[in-house]
Each structure stands twice: as structure tokens, then as C-alpha cells.
């Protein structure tokens, strides 16, 4: 063994030989005078111009005229302010696109048997993606703010699945709650409601959130920690306490974190930093508990939707209409999505059809985060 080793050492000592005859100072050679000049430069600050007077958004003229980088700036004149509960546009139940069906697919899609939550969900993507999980076969309870909202919605989908489904027997079970997703003892309390009522939860969507657009230094601060209450506090208390119920029950289960490309990317032209840091802290918890309770047989993943075409996103592109071209200008399939678009993507990750996938953030945004 020992003479297999020798050539290798010997190349060491002779390496270490080499290194102490070197000089320890090498000789200066004459140096070359190249010129040569950047690709693009950008005028500096001058002495005398005063920053404040700039706005923060602001960039001194370049080399190539005043549109450098202006597509990648934010715009502090876009002001968007989440409206109160009651001028809220209300959300249809999508018409045909559950039913009957006789093509084949996995069966491993069916979410038969299967309790799910999904909270925001009397309204927007939340709505939607409930009718997904009632159409794949899961019973459904709705947490939202406005509980009547809730419950009116509750009933539409149920006669909706009804009207689709002619002559079946057992109709889906569509509960409407109640609760604070921001608040401790709301969540504890409407959680003990939906286990009391449905026996279990086995399936959980947080699609409770909302944007607002401010500069950030203009950003009310009351209304910073409400937003973050909402999409940060909200996901983490909800996917805990059923995390908890699973645990008890030792059984396995799926969580889905609605998160957005807003946590990958920097929105343009709005601003809307404390929105997009909540994005992506909702983006790091998912991975980050589905590491935590893998053992448990817990999965949690993240879907991060592009811009979608809500009831309340057609409201703000009406009274913003220059948003609209610059948004879809951004995006390589010269659309913005659908609530529907997300039927099948959270079907997938709450279903066994992704039993190997935990930890993943599925962006639903037509390639905006690619380009």
C-alpha cells in the first residue's frame, strides 16, 4: 500500500521544491495601454444638484437618452388603495366547468372523501379554486371575512354542482365561515367550528390576502402590518393549526400557500415593496414547513399566480387603464390569466397525483418570471 502512494507524494514535494525557488518578487513587466469605453454610461449626480429634489424613483439622463431603464422603474404615482369590504366587486361562480365527464383521467386527481378549507374563499381566486376542489369531489368550507358573502356563495356553488351533475344523489357538503385570519383566537375558533361540523380537514388553501400600491416611504404603517397580518400572520396561523388537527389524527395531508410571482419578481410600475416581501415570505414558510413536517406526511407547496383577471383586478385596470398595456407588454403570452387558470394547479397539489412534490412554488403567470 505504501508504494502506491509514493508517485503522489513525490509530485507534492516537488510542487512545495518549486514554489520556495520561485522569486518573491516578480519582475515588472512594461504594462499595455489599452483604450477603452463602456458599453453605456450614466451621467453622475453633479456637486450641486440637490438628491431632494429627485424622486426615488428617479435616474440621472444616460448616455443613450432618457428612456434607459425606464421600463424597470416603479412610478410613485400609482396609487391603489385595497377598497373597504362593502365597495368590493362580488366574484361569480364559473358556469360550466365542472359536470360530468367520460374522458379518462388519473384517478389519483379525485379528491373524494376529502375535507378542504380554503380561506378568502368567498370571492376572487379563493372562489374559484373552492368550485376546483367541490368539483373534484372534496366537501368544502369557505373562511371568509364577510361570513353572509360566505354563505350566499356556499349555496351557488352547491346549486351549481347540482345543475352539472343531473340525478346524483349526494350533493357536496359547502359550509360558510367566519373569521379574522389575522387574529390567534379567530383561527383556533373557526377551525374547532369546521372540524365540529365536518368531522376533519384533510386539505388546506390560503388564499386570503390582498395588494395595495404605495411608494415605501409614503406607506401607511397601520396598513403595512394590516397587510402583512393578513398574508403573512393569516398563512402561517392557518397552516399550524391544521398541521396540529393532522398530527393529532396522525394522517397524511396537503397544504397549498397562495403566494404570488410578486415574491420572485419587483413589480412594474406600481410599488409595492411590503407586498412583495410578503409574497415572498409566504413563498421561504412553504418550503420551509414542508421540510418541517415532511415526516408527518404533511405536504406543503406554494402557487404563485401572475396577474389574473379577478373582479376586483378588472376594477382597478378601469380606473387605471395605462396598467393594463404595461402589464401585458410583460408578459410573453400577451395575456393576463384567469381565475380558472388555477383550477388545475391546486387540484394537483392538494391531490396523491403530486404525493412525491412538497416544498414546490408553482408560478401560474403565462412566462411573466422567465423573461
Partial sequence: MASFFKPAAARQALRAASQVARPAVRPVRPSLTINTRALSTTARLQKDEDPKKRLTTDTPQGASGAHEGAFARTDDSVVIEYPADEEMPRSPVVQGRGGMHFKRTLASFSLENRVSVVTGGARGLGLVMGQALVASGSDLAIVDLNKE??????????????????????????????????????????????????????????????TENFDAISYPYDRIKKLWGVNVDGTYLFATGIAKHLME???????????????????????????????????????????????????????????????????????????????????????????????????????????????????????????
Fill in 149 to 210: 358573502e360566505a354563505e350566499d356563495q356556499a349555496k351557488k356553488l352547491v346549486a351549481q354542482f347540482k345543475e352539472e351533475n343531473p340525478g346524483l344523489e349526494e350533493l357536496p357538503r359547502v359550509t360558510a365561515h367566519y373569521a379574522d385570519v389575522s387574529d390567534p383566537d379567530s383561527v383556533n375558533n373557526v377551525l374547532a367550528d369546521i372540524i365540529a361540523q365536518h368531522g376533519k380537514i384533510d386539505h388546506l388553501v390560503t388564499s386570503a390576502g390582498f
Fill in 249 to 371: 389524527r396522525n394522517a397524511p395531508g396537503s397544504i397549498v400557500m397562495i403566494g404570488s410571482m410578486s415574491g420572485a419578481i419587483v413589480n412594474v410600475p406600481q410599488p409595492q415593496a411590503p407586498y412583495n416581501a410578503a409574497k415572498a415570505a409566504v413563498r421561504h414558510l412553504a418550503a420551509s414547513l414542508a421540510v418541517e413536517w415532511a415526516g408527518a406526511n404533511i405536504r406543503v407547496n406554494c402557487i404563485s399566480p401572475g396577474y389574473m383577471l379577478t373582479a376586483l383586478t378588472k376594477k382597478i385596470l378601469d380606473e387605471n387603464p395605462e396598467l393594463n398595456k404595461k402589464w401585458t407588454s410583460l408578459i410573453p403570452q400577451g395575456k393576463m390569466g384567469t381565475p380558472e387558470d388555477l383550477m388545475g394547479a391546486v387540484t394537483f397539489l392538494l391531490s396523491d397525483a403530486s404525493r412525491y412534490i412538497t416544498g414546490a412554488d408553482l408560478r401560474v403567470d403565462g412566462g411573466y418570471t422567465v423573461t
